[in-house]
């Protein structure tokens, strides 16, 4: 069964704290995403990496930085957290081939 | 930029009729379509995806693409209350595209 895990399902943090968000997949993919989610917005790519240690930017991603060290885990961080960061984060990964994406269970962010 | 839409809805049906999801696509290149279906608080699954133009089934699902009028649409037959949910439209694409770009996903309510 395949598996996309983020390391939390709930968070709450303080303005100006530095979050780590964390996703691993056992699928050997080589493509992991990010997306934020917000009512009305739908999802919005935050960053993607398409191979280890390599990164591109998404839509929307100013306030964010990624790393991808080891094939198998994507980590979000925020620098500084700030309120309008309170949202759903998705993790998805993709193996090539037009493939479908699949998705952690996701992290409702709150920053207070 | 590449875009994906889709009506917000809520699209009401009554259970055991058709429920008839439509999305459209600005990529013109775009090569794979798939839908998702979101229960609320949940992550986004695979419902279908479809890459040649026409009609492919599976169950109780049909989804249809015309790639010259760059339009995919989904069908369910015989709604359950169970299929209420939000049905996100995802596109990937040209060659070597990484990224799947997102629909704000349509609101679909069975009433029983």
């Known amino acids: 069964d395949v598996k996309v895990t983020q390391s939390s399902r709930y968070l709450v943090k303080r303005t100006g704290e530095k979050v780590f968000l964390e996703c691993v997949q056992d699928?050997?993919?080589?493509?992991m995403f990010w997306y934020r989610q917000d009512p009305g917005l739908g999802l919005r790519l935050i960053y993607f990496?398409?191979?280890?240690?390599?990164?591109e930017k998404g839509d929307i991603p100013e306030g964010y930085s990624v790393s991808r060290e080891k094939k198998e885990r994507f980590s979000l961080i925020l620098e500084s957290a700030s309120t309008n960061q309170t949202s759903m984060y998705l993790c998805?990964?993709?193996?090539?081939?037009?493939?479908?994406?699949?998705f952690g269970q996701g992290t409702r962010l709150t920053v207070v | 930029q590449k875009e994906v839409e889709q009506n917000s809805g809520p699209l009401s049906v009554p259970e055991g009729a058709i429920a008839s999801l439509n999305c459209t696509y600005s990529?013109?290149?775009?090569?794979?379509f798939f839908w998702y279906r979101q229960y609320s608080g949940k992550s986004p699954e695979l419902i279908m995806f479809?890459?040649?133009?026409g009609d492919k089934e599976d169950g109780r699902f049909t989804a249809q693409l015309n790639k010259a009028s760059q339009y995919v649409s989904l069908l369910i037959r015989d709604s359950q209350p169970s299929d209420s949910a939000t049905y996100l439209c995802?596109?990937?694409?040209?060659?070597?595209?990484?990224?799947?770009?997102f629909g704000k996903g349509t609101k679909l309510s069975v009433i029983p």
């Open positions: 998805a990964s993709r193996g090539t081939g037009g493939t479908e994406a699949f």
């Open positions: 699928m050997d993919h080589e493509n």
């Open positions: 990496s398409y191979d280890v240690k390599m990164k």
């Open positions: 990529d013109r290149g775009s090569q794979s």
């Open positions: 479809i890459y040649s133009n």
């Open positions: 995802a596109v990937t694409g040209g060659a070597g595209s990484y990224q799947l770009t």
